[in-house]
């Protein structure tokens, strides 16, 4: 019986966690998960003490508070390697441009 209650909720969880319409931010998918995965290891913990619904409940808000802050270090560092490309692309063209001005330049010399 209890891992049947554990199953349901598990499943439901996760139905709610993909049945968003809009795409979900990497913090609001890693918030999910340790939701998902924190009622399950609360839940096993708790069942060995007699407290599947309490263990599986505070298993899912500490999972969730975890994965919503691991989630956020995470879009923070996305963030921060996406800006980081956008200089790099920024750099390539610069330097295309230039490499461009150079090859004219040289022309321009040579034919004088």
Sequence with gaps: MRHRVLAITSVFLLAVVFACSDPLTTRQKTAGSGAVVGSTVGAGI????????????????????????????????????NDIDQKIQQCDLEIQRQSDKLEELKKELEER
Aim: positive net charge.
């Design 46 to 81: 708790g069942s060995v003490s007699g407290y599947t619904w309490t263990g599986g409940i505070a298993g899912a808000a500490l999972g969730w508070c975890a994965g919503f802050v691991i989630g956020g270090q995470v879009e923070a560092l996305e963030k921060k390697r």
